[in-house]
Structures are given as C-alpha cells and as structure tokens.
C-alpha cells in the first residue's frame, strides 16, 4: 500500500471516532450553554477550562507527539522492542514535571488568571471565581499530559483509533456531571468541574490497557537514559513551538475581557464551532501524518516526505476550503441549533455568528500550520517553528488590539484568521527553500479547483437557504436541526459533484480510500 493512501486510511480511521467525539462535544457545548448562558459566569467557566485546556492542545496536539514519536521511531528502528522502555521512562519523568507544574499553576492561580483576564475585576466577584475555578482544574493538566503520551505512543505503533475515541468519554463526563448534580443543588460551574476531571482520568484509563499490550513498561530510571535525555531537550522548544499558536488565547481573552461581560463565551463558542472542522478530519491527518513523515525524513532521498507534505495539503484543502464557506452561510443556524437554549438567547446567537464568519477565513490556514509544523518537526528542527511562532504572535497582538475597537469581538476573531494565514505562509516558504520544492504548482491547481467547486456549493446553498427554504428560528429544536443537517448534507453532495467535474483528484483519493477501507472491513 502506497503511503499517500495509508495515510488516507490512517486518517478516516481516526475521523470516525474523531466525529462521534466532535458530536458528543456538541453535546457537551449545548450543556454548558444550558447551564450558564452567556454571561459573566460563563466567562469566568470558560477562561478557567481554557487554562488548562491550552496545556491540553499544547502538549496533546503539538509538544509531545513532535518530540516523541520521531524518537520512538528511530529506538524501534535501531532496537526493536525497546520503545516501550523508552515510553515508560519518559511518562515517569512526564509524571514528575507535571505534579510540580499542577502544584505552582495551583498556588499561583490569581496571577495566572490576571495574566489571562485582568478585565473581569470590574464585575465583582467574576474574577475571583475564576481563580476558584483556575485551582479546581488543573489537575486536568496532569491528567490530559499523561494520556497525551499514551496518545503518542499509540500513534507511534500505528494505533489511532482508541486515542481518537478516549475524548468522548471526557465530553459525555462533562454533560453526564453537569445533569446530575445541578439539579440536586450543586452549582452549574461546580458540576461542570467535577464533569471535566472525571473525564480527564477516563482518557487515562482507557488507553492504560492498550499500552501495556503493546510493550510499555517501566524499567530503570529515566534520568540516566539517552533518548529521554534527547526527548527532554528536544520537548522544550517544541512545546513553545507550537503553543505559540495557543498563547494567542492569552492575548484574545485580555482584549476581549476588557470589552465587557460575554464577550469571551461568544469567541469561545465561535471557535468551537470553527474548530469542529479542524478537530475532524484535519487533526485526524495531523496524527497520521507524523509517524510517516518521521520516517520518511530518516531516508536520505526526501522524495516521498515532499509527496507526503503536498498531498496532506491538498487533502486539508478538500475538507476545509468548502467547509469555509458553509460556516460563513450557515454561521447562524449552526450557532442556533447548539447554543439557544436556557440562558443563551437569541442576541447572543446573532454576535457568536459573527464571529464564526470571522474564525473561518483562517481555516485552511490553521490547518496547514499544523501539518507543516509536523513536517519541521519530523526533521527534528524546532527552532524554525519557534522563530515564525513568535514573530505571528507579536502581529497577531498588534492586530488584535487594532481591530477589536472598531469590531468589538469579531475584530479579534479576524486577527486570528490573519495570524494563522501569515504562520502559514512564512512556514511554507522556509520549507519550500529547505527541500527545494514541494510539488507547489500541482497544489496550487489543485486548491484552486477546490476554490471554484466551493464557490459553484455555496451558490447553491445561499440560494436555498436565502430564498427556497429559509432558516427560522420560530421552528422547534428537530425542524431546526433537520434543516441545518439537509442544507449541509446538500451542500457536500454539490460540493463533491463540481469537484469531481473540475477533475479534483483528491475526490477520488478520499472516497477510494474509504470504499476500499470498507471493502476491508
């Protein structure tokens, strides 16, 4: 089997579960929004999951997996079965950092939570339970780190199924928590909390067993070991590296916690419908794509890691282009479907669309930083995408602040779509100089094939939901998830049909792949 399509096999392995999870954190979101609302409680609940749930997007999805597997695979490469050393060792040294990580973000919430949203001191009493909230999580940051390298080392041995699936146990804790304690007189956030750390130790649990099947073990000490010597020098930066991109969080929820009360539940929201998108297919293509390009960069000939790259380019490109335009013609009823009800009501849908329109310019973008950060991070370079990461951050803080007067929160939502856009570009160029090419014209044809069968949807899609059929919100809750469901599911049809006329080869790549995945199973 060829690697591009490996790789394709790889991913929708990962994407069926990856889905079911994104629909139970629907379920999840749909909850929360229940519970609090849009207000100055849900502010304070989300910045505090966000905290630790940056730690969680850093290490799960960048720091760990970037230093690991590339290692992993050349100490089964050169000694076979000592990987699974190799992997305990490294969760014990893991395990000891993070309990004194935990322990300071524990003892030094206040000024954590002011380094994050100093604003919310003017409503009294918001700030400070913010910081209740910052010591009541972070324990998740433990917990996620430990099951994020069992995540890796799973990966690492060709195994991504039961990784992608684990979340949905932490989404269904959170919605299980917060229907079973609020109405016996738990407070909502209380309940949500306890939600959140229970599933944190259910993504420990369930991989615990696989792992072990696969030959993790601990065996001696882990300060005297070359290669975790190697991983601990190596984590550092790529950690950095990556959370570059997620301490723009830091910089978005200082301006947006200034503007006033709400205004970070509506980006949190917004970007939570934009990042279903990413979370899918596109994280799954992130998790496949390491193993192979780190050990295609171990061969001298880098033919095959430029095919690699240029292909999960264009692959993205097929998910996230359309999947653009859908967001910014149905922001509002997706946004409707999920959040209204209890207390999120129908102005505060109206502002998190906005917004969503906004976060989904960025989409292909965000996509791409991931894939190619991977791609310098299979080369075991990770000064390159430090350097280009902070230089975005600096911008996007420029950016941020200059937008969001005239905008309000959709000015910061557009400073994150041009952040991602410039990461993307000086990223690609550097590595473009690198390897001398990546395949660029077969790319560009391919995406703007891609443009055009988006365009050729989205006409359709305006045209039915503006005109034929329009999207009322007087309707109930099944009518209105019904005609979202028709209107996307018409839209991917049309979508998938242009492509296919426009002779866009990843349609037959994607639904191959996945017939022949079938087929097999």
């Not at 539940?265 to 939570?272: D, E, L, S």
């Not at 911008?395 to 905008?407: I, K, N, R, T, Y």
Request: with cysteine; charged share 15%; aromatic share 10%.
């Amino acid at each position: 089997m060829s690697d591009t399509r490996k790789l394709v096999r790889s991913a929708w392995g990962i994407t069926a579960w990856t889905a079911v999870s994104r629909l139970a954190g629907v379920l999840r979101d749909a909850t929360i929004a229940r519970f609090l609302g849009a207000s100055a409680l849900s502010d304070a609940f989300y910045t505090a999951f966000r905290i630790p749930n940056t730690f969680r997007a850093i290490v799960g999805e960048g720091g760990l997996p970037g230093a690991f597997v590339p290692i992993a695979k050349k100490v089964e490469r050169e000694r076979p079965g000592h990987e699974g050393v190799y992997a305990g060792r490294v969760l014990v040294l893991l395990v000891c950092v993070l309990v004194g990580i935990v322990a300071l973000g524990i003892a030094f919430a206040e000024p954590v939570v002011a380094l994050f949203a100093n604003g919310f001191k003017a409503t009294p009493g918001k700030f400070e339970l913010t910081v209740r909230l910052t010591r009541w999580m972070f324990p998740y940051v433990l917990l996620v780190s430990v099951a994020a390298l069992l995540e890796a080392f799973l990966n690492s041995k060709g195994f991504f199924q039961l990784s992608a699936a684990t979340p949905i146990a932490w989404n269904l804790s959170i919605v299980a928590a917060a229907w079973a304690l609020a109405p016996a007189g738990v407070s909502p956030v209380a309940a949500l909390t306890v939600g959140v750390l229970i599933g944190g130790g259910l993504q420990v649990a369930l991989q615990g067993p696989a792992v072990r099947r696969l030959g993790l073990r601990f065996s001696g000490s882990p300060f005297r070991d070359a290669e975790v010597k190697r991983t601990a020098l190596q984590i550092a930066p790529r950690l950095y590296g990556y959370g570059v991109g997620q301490l723009s969080f830091l910089v978005s929820t200082r301006t947006l916690a200034s503007l006033g009360d709400a205004f970070v539940t509506y980006n949190f929201c917004a970007w939570r419908v934009t990042d279903f998108v990413l979370g899918g297919f596109v994280v799954s293509i992130t998790r496949a794509i390491l193993p192979s390009l780190s050990d295609q960069a171990l061969e001298k000939d880098r033919t095959a890691y430029r095919g690699t790259i240029g292909f999960a380019l264009r692959l993205i490109g097929f998910i996230t282009i359309p999947s653009m335009v859908g967001l910014m013609l149905l922001a509002t009823p997706i946004v409707d479907v999920i959040f209204r009800r209890g207390r999120f009501a129908e102005a505060d849908v109206a502002k998190t669309a906005l917004a969503v329109g906004f976060f989904a310019l960025g989409l292909f973008a965000a996509a791409g930083v991931k894939i190619l950060t991977q791609a310098f991070y299979a080369l075991h370079d990770t000064r390159t995408p430090v350097l280009v990461g902070t230089f975005d951050l600096a911008v996007f803080w420029v950016l941020c602040v200059a937008l969001a007067g005239p905008m309000q929160h959709a000015g910061v939502a557009l400073a994150t779509a041009a952040g991602f856009w410039i990461n993307f570009v000086v990223l690609l160029a550097l590595l473009r100089k690198r390897l001398g090419g990546m395949g660029g014209r077969a790319i560009l044809a391919s995406l703007f094939r891609l443009v055009l069968a988006s365009v050729a949807m989205g006409a359709v899609v305006w045209a039915v939901s503006a005109k034929l059929v329009p999207y009322r919100m007087i309707w109930t809750l099944p009518l209105r998830i019904g005609w979202v469901a028709a209107v996307a599911a018409l839209g991917a049809v049309f979508f998938l049909a242009f492509a296919k006329a426009l002779r866009a080869p990843e349609v037959g790549e994607v639904l191959g792949a996945l017939r022949r995945k079938k087929t097999a199973s």
